[in-house]
């Protein structure tokens, strides 16, 4: 397909496909006339995950770089991949402020406290650690059982992450779902997040709909 109609079926602007290959994000198709490239289905494949990087992810073209490096080497542990998907996710759209080391030796403690097996390097700790003192800032200190409940909720959020890596068939599957799941993952967590919120708010601080407005 020339690059129009891969531009049409990833429903991706023309332009965009353009810059990505300007980035080096997607690879050249095959030259089958000297004014003339094909691509094909693995094309448009990429030119969807790209997006989804970038625009729904919100990551740097530099990380997205990353992230793609990671799914394209062969034979690369999970672990590896996994790696760079969480540290992608870390890379900061703006400048994030350096948590405190009270704050951060507070998230590395209770993490180890569930009793999960969590490295100083985990980029999950800094962003903790800064909800954290966010937190403190505005006088709410948080207890160890709003912590609890985070930490349940997230438990079962990565479990369900991993059953659903091993309904897949191939390593390039569960490589792929392990980095863009990483990715997309938190957006699609907060958002449903404050779908409850919504629904909790009413439940516990009810509104009477029948009050005229004052």
Known sequence: MRISELSRRAGVPLSAVKYYQREGLLPEGVRSAPNQVDYGD??????????????????????TKDVIAALDAEDAPLAETFRVAQHAMATPRTADSTPSDAARQRI???ARSQGWEVTDDNPGIDAAARALDG???IGFEAPDSYLGAYAAAAATVAAADLRALSSLATPD???ELM???????????????????QDVTRTLFPTDAKRAPS
Not at 42 to 63: P, Y
Not at 179 to 197: E, M, N, Y
């Open 108 to 110: 590395a403690t209770f």
């Open 179 to 197: 980095v863009v799941g990483t990715i997309l993952g938190d957006p699609l967590f907060a958002g449903l997040r404050r779908l409850a919120q």
């Open 135 to 137: 937190l403190r800032a």
């Open 42 to 63: 693995a094309h448009v494949h990429r030119v969807r995950l790209i997006r989804a990087l970038l625009e729904t992810g919100g990551l740097s073209v530099a990380a």
């Open 173 to 175: 599957q569960v490589a």
